[in-house]
């Protein structure tokens, strides 16, 4: 029989002890969210929990610290979260979707082939940024690939300090080379496209031997494999949320973790002439000076402007959004009246 776990074992801090003082209750970690229940964990074992009427699991994550009544199998109260993993539940709209809560790294996962996309690798340190979490970017299938290196040096390029690990996701080594952040108490999450190795990774990390899905060659993609997120514990301590594979992903509210993601960029807009510039062609632009000496790629500007565009129309509030539709159509209406003067 297993030893029990302590709450430092199971990623406890000082973030959530100074917020039970005054409060009752059992600390639990929620370890899966289902539609009416959630499961955690507790110093003396697993529990299942029920929240008060009214109340949704739609606004618990795995990974969530909750203070609970488990005689009467209740969740009392939320705590706050160290880190928060979310995201627009769908493209130009604002509405967030859960995704993991109090996590340390995130394992970005692609494969050295056609699944490998930068503009879907920026996305994700996005996320990872804005929220504090530490991304690190897995390359897998590196064993397949003819040159493994020109997709590590592909990927370094995203970030000055950012770790990016090549490795083949059915190599007995697997653990191992992930073990520098899979300590105990810390918490991993992966996220990538279907079919790009992330349940083989999980299973070696944690020894366990959920069932595994082909690519099809023509377009490197897969199937779903997970179907629901899950805390597990690692042999080496720490603790992993698995997550499906994720096709769309949509920003909001995440113009910090933008600006992150691309420092070169960010750090030369104060300098434009114009506080609202776009960047696109405005005289004065610091940033357009940038790519004209060659110290910003007008691709990765191209990036970078797609992405505040979308995080802004994600974010406004539906009124802006109503004021937006207004000018935009008083815009095309004023353009067909001229057409039709023209004519005349």
Known sequence: M???LTLLQMGWTDHFADQITDRDGTPARISSVHRKRVAGLTVDGPVDLTLDPGQSTATIAVGDW????????RVLHLLDRHTTLQRGKE????????IAANLDTLFITTSCNADFNVARLERYLALAHDAGIAPVILLTKSDQADDAAAYVAEAQALGADLPVVALNAKGADVAQILSPWCAVGQTVAMAGSSGVGKTTIANALTGNTAATQGIREDDARGRHTTTGRSLHLLPQGGWLIDTP???GLGVADVSFGI??????ISSLTDDCRFRDCKHENEPGCAVLAAVDAGRVTADRLARYR???????IATET???AHARKRRFSKTVNAAVKGKKRGRR
């Not at 600006?259 to 070169?264: L, S």
Request: charged share 35%; net charge negative.
């Open 245 to 247: 594979g994720m096709r």
């Open 318 to 320: 539906t009124a802006e």
């Open 306 to 312: 797609k992405l505040r565009r979308e995080d802004e």
């Open 2 to 4: 297993a030893e029990p």
């Open 91 to 98: 493209y130009a709209t604002g509405e967030r979707q859960l």
């Open 259 to 264: 600006d992150a993601t691309f420092p070169e």
């Open 66 to 73: 909750v203070l609970c009544n488990p005689d009467a199998a």
